[in-house]
């Protein structure tokens, strides 16, 4: 892998006039982004030399502005911390003082939202556009008509040097077992992060993606985005998922990859569906122009990447990672790509399985997944208990776990969450899952235990069904029975008009458990 050492920013001084990011129908160059950057640093900076890791929490939809605020940050020395824009008052406020976040950029039309946060915390609000009536106002955009700033003596200006090992962003976990922790990222961890992934999937300065996923989430934020920005590359940007949008893009643009969550395939090819024979056919070949298409963020089931290869014909590629480690798995990008499988290691990481006790399994036995590289995040902000019980030898401990079967990874599930202990087995809940969703009548599903005095678990099931379908518990018991161990087939189940998720789309857990 090509390591050149510099910051994400700094890189793209070599690609100059090249259309870095596409949004609201506008193109932006990549000495657009320095220009920008470069003057929302010295308004951060307000006179100072650096910010010394402060932490800039920052709520910007999905656009150029989002990326010019990021890069800014940066080049004052702060700490960003990206904000949902889908997140409620409570979640934004989590993360403003979990983070001890000083300062608090926000876009115009979401700034009420943070003003009060901010203002109880004597945090500085800045916003991003020039047309606000109150407030200091921050320069964002190339074509908006320059703020006078101060000590601004040249188009680039004498900003912080970064070192590989000081401090860059705080993403949140997605809270799905407990309360979002932060994340904490350096520039190094950013850069390797990167690199594995543009040396994996070969990106280039010719590629074209296409980002419809949130900016507060690793898969956003690195695996489309920064990948797309180290490599020169052109992304055009959504602020939400459309799914009549994304087609449209990819029938008539110059897209080269796509990434999105198997919730986003799941809606596509339910649009397909309903389109008529002539759109099926241009959709369809639209996505053959591609050259690669990537599902993560959540367990893929076997019947979606099987539909979405008859309509596109792409097997989609299905990796591992999470907010921590950055990616750690991957199926190839040349070779098989094995349904409900994440694959072999990624360039440059380490990866393991264990047990209980931190010794390595045999192959074919289950194991949590451990990680280990220059990829691996740095802490959880303030945590440092928690940090520490979370490695064991210099490895992190996911949480996570996998079995290998024939040389590929297979997740099992989070141990917490996704391996059930019932009747003295461990039960894994994705497994459940997939033979579940291959029902005629399951649309969707999430597998939980509930606690029992005589099971230790049992095993529920929360349903969705498909439109005008019908199916009682004992009907589902005795199907589930011809195909799954007699203590895997559920003992509970509900039906929902749809599961509770996360702004990933990921199922959450712990809610289910709340419905038994």
Same mark, same amino acid.
């Given at each position: 892998?090509?390591?050149?050492?510099?910051?994400?920013f700094e890189r793209a001084e070599r690609h100059g006039d090249r259309v870095a990011t596409v949004a609201s129908g506008r193109a932006y160059s990549y000495r657009d982004l320095l220009d920008a950057s470069a003057a929302i640093?010295?308004?951060?900076?307000?006179?100072?030399?650096?910010?010394?890791?402060?932490?800039?929490?920052?709520?910007?939809?999905?656009?150029?502005?989002?990326?010019?605020?990021?890069?800014?940050?940066?080049?004052?020395?702060?700490?960003?911390?990206?904000?949902?824009?889908?997140?409620?008052?409570?979640?934004?406020?989590?993360?403003?003082?979990?983070?001890?976040?000083?300062?608090?950029?926000?876009?115009?039309?979401?700034?009420?939202?943070?003003?009060?946060?901010?203002?109880?915390?004597?945090?500085?609000?800045?916003?991003?556009?020039?047309?606000?009536?109150?407030?200091?106002?921050?320069?964002?955009?190339?074509?908006?008509?320059?703020?006078?700033?101060?000590?601004?003596?040249?188009?680039?200006?004498?900003?912080?040097?970064?070192?590989?090992?000081?401090?860059?962003?705080?993403?949140?976990?997605?809270?799905?077992?407990?309360?979002?922790?932060?994340?904490?990222?350096?520039?190094?961890?950013?850069?390797?992060?990167?690199?594995?992934?543009?040396?994996?999937?070969?990106?280039?300065?010719?590629?074209?993606?296409?980002?419809?996923?949130?900016?507060?989430?690793?898969?956003?934020?690195?695996?489309?985005?920064?990948?797309?920005?180290?490599?020169?590359?052109?992304?055009?940007?959504?602020?939400?998922?459309?799914?009549?949008?994304?087609?449209?893009?990819?029938?008539?643009?110059?897209?080269?990859?796509?990434?999105?969550?198997?919730?986003?395939?799941?809606?596509?090819?339910?649009?397909?569906?309903?389109?008529?024979?002539?759109?099926?056919?241009?959709?369809?070949?639209?996505?053959?122009?591609?050259?690669?298409?990537?599902?993560?963020?959540?367990?893929?089931?076997? #019947? *979606? /990447?099987? &539909?979405?290869?008859?309509?596109?014909?792409? =097997?989609?590629?299905?990796?591992?990672?999470?907010? +921590? !480690?950055?990616?750690?798995?991957?199926?190839?990008?040349?070779?098989?790509?094995?349904?409900?499988?994440?694959?072999?290691?990624?360039?440059?990481?380490?990866?393991?399985?264990?047990?209980?006790?931190?010794?390595?399994?045999?192959?074919?036995?289950?194991?949590?997944?451990?990680?280990?590289?220059?990829?691996?995040?740095?802490?959880?902000?303030?945590?440092?208990?928690?940090?520490?019980?979370?490695?064991?030898?210099?490895?992190?401990?996911?949480?996570?776990?996998?079995?290998?079967?024939?040389?590929?990874? #297979? *997740? /099992?599930? &989070?141990?917490?969450?996704?391996?059930?202990? =019932?009747?003295?087995?461990?039960?894994?809940?994705? +497994? !459940?899952?997939?033979?579940?969703?291959?029902?005629?009548?399951?649309?969707?599903?999430?597998?939980?235990?509930?606690?029992?005095?005589?099971?230790?678990?049992?095993?529920?099931?929360?349903?969705?069904?498909?439109?005008?379908?019908?199916?009682?518990?004992?009907?589902?018991?005795?199907?589930?029975?011809?195909?799954?161990?007699?203590?895997?087939?559920?003992?509970?189940?509900?039906?929902?008009?749809?599961?509770?998720?996360?702004?990933?789309?990921?199922?959450?857990?712990?809610?289910?458990?709340?419905?038994?």
């Amino acid at each position: 892998m090509e390591s050149s050492g510099l910051p994400l920013f700094e890189r793209a001084e070599r690609h100059g006039d090249r259309v870095a990011t596409v949004a609201s129908g506008r193109a932006y160059s990549y000495r657009d982004l320095l220009d920008a950057s470069a003057a929302i640093a010295c308004r951060l900076l307000d006179g100072a030399d650096d910010l010394n890791e402060a932490r800039v929490a920052f709520l910007v939809p999905p656009a150029f502005d989002y990326v010019a605020t990021q890069w800014g940050i940066w080049r004052a020395g702060g700490i960003a911390v990206p904000l949902g824009v889908s997140h409620p008052g409570p979640e934004l406020e989590h993360a403003i003082v979990d983070a001890d976040a000083s300062v608090v950029v926000a876009h115009p039309s979401l700034s009420e939202r943070v003003a009060g946060i901010a203002e109880a915390r004597g945090a500085r609000l800045l916003i991003t556009q020039e047309d606000r009536p109150s407030g200091e106002e921050l320069v964002a955009r190339p074509s908006a008509p320059r703020l006078p700033l101060p000590n601004l003596k040249l188009p680039r200006p004498q900003l912080p040097r970064l070192s590989p090992d000081r401090r860059a962003m705080i993403l949140f976990t997605s809270g799905t077992t407990s309360r979002p922790k932060g994340v904490v990222s350096t520039h190094g961890n950013i850069q390797a992060q990167v690199e594995t992934l543009v040396a994996a999937w070969a990106w280039s300065q010719e590629d074209h993606v296409l980002l419809v996923l949130p900016l507060h989430h690793i898969h956003g934020v690195i695996n489309v985005l920064s990948c797309a920005l180290w490599s020169g590359a052109r992304c055009t940007i959504y602020p939400t998922f459309n799914a009549e949008t994304v087609w449209g893009e990819l029938v008539g643009g110059d897209l080269t990859l796509f990434m999105a969550v198997p919730t986003v395939y799941s809606r596509l090819i339910a649009a397909w569906e309903a389109a008529d024979p002539k759109q099926q056919r241009e959709t369809s070949e639209g996505c053959r122009r591609l050259r690669l298409m990537v599902s993560g963020s959540a367990a893929l089931p076997v #019947r *979606v /990447l099987e &539909r979405w290869r008859d309509i596109s014909g792409h =097997t989609l590629l299905e990796r591992y990672g999470m907010t +921590e !480690i950055g990616m750690a798995l991957s199926n190839p990008l040349e070779g098989e790509r094995r349904p409900g499988h994440v694959g072999l290691p990624l360039p440059g990481v380490e990866v393991r399985l264990v047990d209980d006790e931190g010794v390595v399994v045999p192959r074919g036995i289950p194991g949590e997944i451990e990680v280990r590289g220059p990829s691996v995040f740095r802490e959880y902000w303030r945590r440092p208990e928690v940090t520490r019980d979370s490695f064991r030898d210099g490895w992190f401990r996911t949480g996570d776990v996998a079995v290998v079967e024939d040389g590929y990874h #297979r *997740v /099992l599930g &989070r141990s917490s969450v996704d391996i059930l202990k =019932t009747g003295g087995y461990k039960v894994s809940a994705l +497994e !459940i899952e997939e033979v579940l969703r291959t029902h005629p009548a399951i649309e969707e599903c999430a597998v939980v235990g509930k606690e029992d005095e005589e099971w230790g678990e049992r095993v529920c099931g929360a349903l969705v069904l498909r439109p005008g379908a019908s199916l009682s518990r004992e009907e589902l018991r005795s199907w589930a029975a011809e195909r799954l161990a007699p203590y895997k087939v559920p003992s509970e189940v509900l039906m929902v008009v749809d599961l509770p998720r996360n702004a990933m789309g990921k199922v959450t857990k712990s809610e289910v458990k709340k419905l038994f």
